[in-house]
């Protein structure tokens, strides 16, 4: 928008200079130009300090673009009619539905590994949910901000269920199948030294292939991150014959994430994630929302918008966090429906249950 | 002279099919044995394939007689005995693979549009065919009208570019690449061999460096740099960012190739051309430029191949096209596992277009008699 201002200001001055010179008359008398020139600057400057208001953009354009994967299992892929379906899709949907109350307002932007930094610090999207893992390197040095984690990932183990072992340590000598030049790499070798137990690598290069080794029976381990080991073992043709073993031995929080410097925007999108978070907390689902508007609990009155006006600190409607739970649900039903014991990827909620049910998932108080 | 008159037939052993077969499958002992072994292989190999796509596979229902709707009620899930391929999933994707995410109630655009297609490629590849002038015409405005179909505009409600995927997003890249590529190229190659120094020295550094660099690379240029280089107001597409790439990609190779062919023309051409009184234009355009793209027929069609192949790289960049879709189906928690159906599927649709290309080379080959006769005829 801004740069257009830039753009017309480049062809007015262009054009002049052209007038100038076809009456031969002080065209290269520098003074002039170089006035006209540092005006450009200035208005340069000027617009892309004001390059800000994502919330306002995203108002007028009337959806939100929202980055997602290009395909993973239980997080962000196309369903069967083509709708975009997964626990990130879920948290777009949800902030889509805090902006205008309609969670059709969205549209997803593929993007790979490579592309989702560019795609996002272009402007291109609005904000990513990419399972994306929060380092300090991406959120300070790539000029990010990760406004919460709405999945607790860490690398694991599968083994064949025949293999007889219930834990990790276990393994000593085992033929583990690992996916070169990763951090993956790094973590397991650290495992294995702690432990004092040996291990023999068998390098590969893709998912796919770890998938063929393993059920070829070529190594007796496989690792990468624990959601990646869920959708292979749900890809088995008999997945009871597969099991994941209970060590997570890595940290890999993945969430949501928006430019820095644009902090009315990234409290859209924390909120978002944290009112679906505060609501299972409080027991509020997209069942029994319509009911606890009359609840007798204060902050489930503050969350839906019944009492307080927090929807107007974020410039939002005031029902945005009643929308969003009607509409998407709370964090349990979204991961119930997404990744949880009852789909195909059979994920037990572990550090993603509430911190009041063993887990970490924890939210600051809505007040 | 009786006996002479007497038409002998040849000796069986040279004719119909059992010569044929002696000369080509069993001519020696070596050509035995590895007929031998081929044959073995393939009595091995057919039936187990043909069983696995066709008389074992389930196509919409499973053995039980169920409608599939996820991997679980696969015959092959249910029950690893008794099944083949699941092409369930094909059936159930069959739109997404097709169109992408194109919406439905618009998507006879897509279908007009690919009718139309067929259409304009008619009189390029038919030479003749009945009224062939005004079809010539229409092929010309096509990528006017298609532009308008596909992406909305003059009346019709806009489809974001976002939403094209599989088939579609494959066919737009691939054609609009080659149609784009072959003027340009042409015009590359012109220049590269010019003799005006900046015009050569300008084409042989672009064609170099876009040879130098893979598709991937360029890919990202159009995708990240680009758009740092555009004002902001001009919001350039996804789509056309890599069609700018691939565009570029395509006329650097198609301008090599096109120079292989105008090297072949031998020079007594150029002069006999120069001597009649022809323009550098004239003597391109009608001596020149005919020959020299005759003769490069199985190379052109060659790159062009490269490239319909090379469009399934965009999804590095987020663009979901036919090979997109499949991966994406692939993550989806009902589908999970069948990998092996979703590759075949994707490998034999590009087979049939890159088929359907060579064989439409070789046709042309024909017809042109494109071997190297210079002077001879």
């Known amino acids: 928008m801004h740069k257009s201002i830039i753009w017309i200001n480049l062809l007015i001055w262009y054009r002049e200079a052209i007038f100038e010179k076809r009456y031969l008359n002080n065209y290269l008398n520098g003074e002039n130009n170089m006035k006209k020139l540092l005006s450009i600057f200035a208005v340069a400057a000027f617009a892309f300090s004001a390059n800000a208001g994502t919330l306002d953009d995203v108002k007028n354009r009337g959806f939100l673009k929202c980055g997602v994967t290009t395909g993973l299992a239980g997080f962000a892929a196309p369903d069967d009619s083509g709708e975009w379906a997964g626990l990130d899709a879920d948290m777009c949907r949800a902030v889509a539905v805090a902006v205008f109350g309609d969670r059709s307002k969205v549209e997803f932007i593929t993007t790979t590994g490579k592309s989702r930094f560019p795609t996002l610090a272009s402007g291109e999207v609005d904000m990513l949910a990419r399972n994306t893992t929060w380092t300090i390197s991406r ?79 070529r190594c007796d381990v496989y ?44 409290d859209v999108v924390r909120w978002s994630l944290n009112a679906m978070i505060i609501a299972e907390e409080l027991g509020v689902t997209s069942e029994n929302v319509d009911a606890q508007m009359s609840s007798n609990v204060p902050e489930v009155l503050r969350l839906l918008g019944v009492e307080g006006n927090y929807g107007e600190m974020l410039e939002l409607s005031n029902d945005w966090a009643y929308q969003i739970i009607k509409q998407i649900g709370n964090y349990s039903e979204s991961y119930e429906a997404n990744v949880g014991p009852d789909t195909p990827l059979e994920i037990a909620r572990g550090l993603n249950a509430l911190w009041t049910q063993g887990g970490i998932l924890y939210a600051p108080p809505f007040r | ?77 249910l029950d690893p005995e008794n099944g083949g391929a699941c092409w369930a999933v094909i059936y159930v994707r069959f739109y997404q693979f097709i169109y992408g995410f194109y919406p439905k109630v618009e998507v006879w655009r897509v279908n007009v549009a690919y009718v139309m297609l067929a259409l304009a490629l008619l009189p390029l590849l038919y030479a003749k065919l009945p009224y062939r002038k005004y079809f010539l015409y229409f092929t010309y405005i096509f990528p006017v009208i298609a532009y308008f179909l596909l992406n909305g505009g003059l009346g019709f409600t806009e489809v974001s570019t976002n939403k094209w995927g599989g088939l579609l997003v494959t066919l737009v890249l691939g054609c609009t690449g080659i149609a784009l590529a072959f003027p340009i190229g042409i015009m590359l190659a012109l220049g590269r061999r010019s003799k005006l120094p900046v015009i050569s020295m300008m084409c ?66 150029y ?40 469009t399934t790289l965009v999804i590095i960049v987020g663009i979901l096209d036919l090979l997109g879709i499949g991966r994406g189906t692939l993550a989806d928690t009902n589908w ?39 002077g001879a005829d």
């Open chain 2, 336 to 374: 999970l596992g069948l990998s092996y159906e979703i590759y075949f599927f994707v490998s034999l649709v590009f087979f049939i277009f890159t088929f359907g290309m060579s064989r439409y080379s070789l046709y042309l080959e024909k017809k042109l008699k494109t071997g190297i006769n210079m």
């Open chain 2, 204 to 269: 042989t550094l672009f064609i170099e460096f876009i040879r130098g660099v893979p598709l991937i690379t360029l890919l990202f240029f159009g995708m990240v740099m680009l758009p740092l280089f555009l004002p902001e107001g001009i919001d350039m597409d996804g789509l056309v960012r890599v069609l700018v790439a691939v565009t570029l990609f395509q006329s650097a190779y198609m301008a090599e190739v096109i120079r292989g062919g105008l090297q072949a023309i031998p020079p007594g051409q």
């Open chain 1, 139 to 217: 959120d300070v040095n790539l000029g990010f901000e990760f406004v919460g984690v709405n999945f607790y990932d860490g690398q694991g183990f599968m083994v064949p269920s025949a293999l007889g072992v219930s834990s990790a340590t276990e393994l000593d000598g085992a033929t583990v199948c690992i996916q070169t030049g990763t951090t993956t790499e790094l973590n397991l070798a650290d495992f294995f030294r702690l432990n004092g137990i040996s291990y023999e690598a068998l390098p590969i290069e893709t998912n796919d292939e770890g998938k063929e080794n393993l059920f070829a029976g």
């Open chain 2, 1 to 77: 002279m009786n006996e002479m008159n007497e038409v002998r037939k040849p000796p069986v052993a040279t004719t119909g099919i059992i010569g044929w077969l002696r000369l080509n499958l069993f001519f020696n002992w070596t050509n035995s044995l590895i007929t031998l072994f081929v044959i073995y292989c393939l009595y091995q190999f057919i039936p187990w394939i043909l069983d696995w796509t066709i008389f074992s596979a389930d196509f919409k229902y499973n053995y039980l007689g169920e409608q599939i709707t996820n991997q679980e009620m696969c015959s092959r899930n």
């Open chain 2, 271 to 310: 002069e006999a051309a120069k001597s009649l009184g022809m323009s550098y234009w004239r003597m391109n355009l009608l001596i020149i430029l005919p020959q020299a793209i005759r003769i490069s027929i199985p190379p052109i069609v060659n790159t062009s191949i490269g490239l319909f192949k090379d």
């Open chain 1, 223 to 266: 690792t990468t991150d624990a959601s990646g080991l869920s959708s292979t073992r749900a890809a088995a043709s008999n997945p009871n014959k597969w099991k994941v073993l209970p060590e997570i031995i890595s940290k890999e929080p993945l969430g949501p994430l928006v430019r820095h410097g644009d902090h009315q925007w990234g």
